[in-house]
């Protein structure tokens, strides 16, 4: 038997003791199973992939490759990248700068409203203030001075130089309540008169119209509602304006 022989391979490592089954028998013998010592040995399993994909240390197998890190940005692409932040915060900065100034010139606005609109500025108002003075003192000055003078003057004249009655009352219980006769006279500067009964305006309400200076005999009749009765006479002047005048008889 050549040293190729296949052997077997005790678990343990040594052959069984003896009594147990092949021991002591002899490598010449009939038995055609082989000898124990040049048995062959048992195969052990293969090892796991993961474990035989690992190349031993020293060994030439090939290793995996790790891919390269990339390479730093050129100064252009840099550039490129910081300009939109650039432009973001120079948007930014300029929006701020732009709220500022409006609301700087939103309050400048409302404090020039509100100091024009409550103090008058002192320059201008007393120069406007001299014109209005002299056109308003001048006309009361004048109006007054002609007004006064001319009502006077004017005053209408009186033309009735007397209007008498012969009696103040009427005795209506002498009489038995009828009629009492009375005696009216007058003297006037007028042009035309005229006499009237229960009534204040003769030419309005004329009884007969007379001379300007004369006398009337006209009877009372008793039983007035008032107990009383007026007699009137007017007189028209020379310019066309009336005088009156009125007596009034009382019953008794």
């Given at each position: ?37 040049t ?17 031993a ?8 490759r ?13 550039m ?27 309050g ?15 320059s ?19 109006e007054?001075s ?49 006499f ?34 007026r ?7 020379p ?14």
């Open positions: 038997m050549s040293d190729d022989t296949p052997t077997r391979r005790y678990p343990d490592g040594f052959p069984p003791p003896e009594g147990e089954p092949g021991a002591g028998r002899d490598s010449g013998g009939d038995d055609p199973r082989p000898d124990d010592a048995a062959p040995t048992e195969r052990f399993a293969e090892p796991a992939p993961e474990a035989a994909s690992m190349p240390p020293g060994s030439d197998a090939p290793t995996e790790f891919a390269p890190p990339p390479p730093p940005p050129t100064r252009r692409e840099a490129a990248n910081e300009a939109p932040k650039r432009r973001n915060g120079a948007i930014i900065a300029l929006s701020i700068i732009g709220g500022v100034l409006l609301l700087a010139l939103i400048l606005l409302i404090w020039i409203g509100v100091s024009s609109g409550s103090t008058p500025a002192p201008e108002t007393p120069s406007d203030t001299p014109t209005p003075s002299e056109t308003t003192s001048a006309p009361p000055s004048e007054p002609e007004t006064p003078s001319a009502e006077p003057s004017e005053e209408p004249e009186n033309v009735i130089a007397s209007f008498t009655s012969s009696s103040d009352t009427a005795d209506c219980t002498a009489s038995g309540g009828g009629s009492v006769p009375l005696s009216f006279s007058w003297a006037t500067t007028g042009q035309r008169v005229w009237g009964v229960g009534t204040d305006d003769a030419q309005a309400e004329p009884y007969g119209e007379f001379q300007p200076s004369d006398s009337l005999d006209i009877d009372y009749q008793c039983g007035q509602p008032d107990r009383q009765q007699y009137t006479i007017t007189v028209q002047r310019d066309g304006t009336t005088q009156s005048q009125t007596l009034t008889i009382t019953e008794i």
